[in-house]
């Protein structure tokens, strides 16, 4: 998303030609672009994104199975997450 956010940004700024940036070839204003596409392929390739994916599901299942033994009076035990 950084990559994405700087293109943008760099794009208007050529476009609106303000600064430094209206002197830069537009092959270095869409550079993040391409690097965004790289970062997305691999992470893709990785099993990064999946991973991140899985690991925000566990968390929010911890958070609702914690909010339902505080709701229920059970939470004097620890939780999964403390164990580890």
Known sequence: ???LGLGLALVALKYF???PVAQLTWLWVLSPFALALV???WADWSGYTKRKAVERDEARKQERIDRQRSQLG???????????
């Open 74 to 84: 059970m939470l004097g035990g620890r939780s999964r997450s403390k164990r580890r």
């Open 1 to 3: 998303m950084w990559f």
């Open 17 to 19: 030609e303000v600064g």
């Open 39 to 41: 970062w997305w392929a």
